[in-house]
């Protein structure tokens, strides 16, 4: 069982950066892969980013490739996205997710076991 807690979400004007963190608890963390999403107020939870159990293949989602990166360190049991270049678009609730003994996650959050909470990033106009 993995428990996932984020942070580092807040307020930001539109051009800005932010780094989310998803801290994980449990000895399975280096064999998951790794995803972030995001929900918007009335619409779908979407994907963002994923990164596999070694941090050696990532994937973004094309609203956010070259301005978001993912990355992981295995040794302090978190999962990262660096943010720049926010747009008003980007304002949602974002989270981590854990796909255990998997080596790549995928697109879809129903195939992702553990979550965390959320955290909630609001960019400005």
């Known amino acids: 069982q993995v428990q996932l807690v984020e942070s580092g979400g807040g307020l930001v004007q539109a051009g800005g950066s932010l780094r989310l963190s998803c801290a994980a608890s449990?000895?399975?963390?280096?064999?998951?892969?790794m995803g972030w999403f995001r929900q918007a107020p009335g619409k779908e939870r979407e994907f963002v980013a994923t990164i596999s159990w070694s941090g050696s293949s990532t994937y973004y989602a094309e609203s956010v490739k070259g301005r978001f990166t993912i990355s992981r360190d295995n040794a302090k049991n978190t999962v990262y996205l660096q943010m720049n270049s926010l747009k008003p678009e980007d304002t949602a609730v974002y989270y981590c997710?854990?796909?255990?003994?998997?080596?790549?996650?995928?697109?879809?959050?129903?195939?992702?076991?553990?979550w965390g909470q959320g955290t909630q990033v609001t960019v400005s106009s």
């Open positions: 449990g000895r399975t963390f280096s064999s998951c892969a």
């Open positions: 997710a854990g796909r255990p003994s998997t080596y790549y996650g995928g697109t879809n959050p129903g195939v992702y076991d553990y």
